[in-house]
């Protein structure tokens, strides 16, 4: 049985829709591009097309994936971040938009450094802690120049899929990766290194609130870049104890947030004494995001 690309599409979609995932229509339009390798350009071009039986059983058996809570990132293998293509599995977090708020507060804070003069010798030392796919610091260095970025994750897998989508990024020289459970395999690997910028989307959902999580982030994402403690405040509380000692004299630290964290993480960083001009940043949709703030030197 043969039928056409579109067709196929709308039956896909209805399946989709009723499976309850939220975006029907783009995801069964991206798992066809990705069975045909096709741009949005091609598939459109290619709509009223037929397909041999083979092909429409392999794209049923991906919708079925789907339907059945896979995200479609994991299915297709890629999710864009800042324009840039990454590739994902099942042992790093997807990208999220929200993260680009991150992304792109630290891309503005060291543009204007810049256009005041004060570019250090060397370039900006960046660390990108709890890198997963690497999105954050490959980012860094694809928008930036004079940017050297260090980037660290507990897991092994995430680390070589990041290091590989640096180089799929043709930045695979500006960026150092090690595997590392924030900075405790730092000091053999950076020896005396200072950063002038510590950055992180670290894990900060509360343990109470893993299991309602919906099931395409519980049954597929890793727990492990999700679950923050009791209060989701574990990492945060080790990164503003960690930070001072890596930070360079006025260095700052960015972290995402939750969007009930911010007050918090900012008292946090204010108890500390090791930190000022502490402040909070919403994204797009209103939320708090983001906190940024300055090494006291």
Do not use: W
């Not at 694809?142 to 990024?169: F, H, Q």
Request: proline fraction near 4%.
């Amino acid at each position: 049985m043969s039928l056409a690309i579109k067709e196929l599409m709308q039956i896909g979609e209805s399946a989709l829709k009723k499976a309850g995932c939220m975006d029907p229509k783009i995801d069964a339009e991206l798992i066809m591009r990705f069975l045909l390798s096709l741009n949005k350009q091609q598939l459109f071009i290619k709509a009223q097309s037929l397909l041999d039986e083979k092909n429409c059983e392999e794209y049923f058996k991906l919708i079925e994936l789907r339907a059945g809570g896979k995200p479609v990132q994991y299915i297709i293998g890629e999710q864009e971040f800042m324009g840039i293509p990454f590739k994902v599995n099942e042992d790093v977090l997807i990208p999220r938009q929200d993260t680009e708020t991150l992304a792109e507060e630290v891309i503005r804070e060291i543009k204007s450094r810049m256009s005041q003069k004060k570019m250090p010798g060397g370039g900006y030392q960046i660390m990108d802690l709890c890198c997963g796919s690497g999105a954050i610091g490959i980012s860094l260095c694809k928008y930036l120049t004079n940017v050297k970025v260090t980037a660290t994750d507990i897991s092994g897998k995430a680390i070589a899929l990041a290091k590989e989508n640096a180089e799929n990024a043709g930045v695979g020289k500006s960026v150092k990766f090690i595997e590392s459970d924030l900075f405790s395999s730092l000091k053999k690997g950076l020896g005396a290194a200072k950063f002038h910028i510590i950055v992180s989307n670290p894990p900060y959902i509360e343990s109470n609130v893993i299991p309602t999580l919906q099931r395409e982030i519980l049954e597929h994402e890793p727990l492990i870049a999700l679950d923050g403690g009791v209060d989701g405040l574990d990492y945060y509380r080790r990164i503003i104890a960690g930070s001072p000692a890596l930070l360079k004299p006025n260095g700052m630290l960015f972290l995402e947030i939750g969007h009930n964290q911010g007050e918090t993480v900012c008292s946090l960083l204010e108890e500390s004494g090791n930190f000022e001009k502490v402040k909070v940043l919403k994204d797009l949709t209103g939320h708090d995001r983001v906190v940024k703030c300055v090494k006291i030197s």
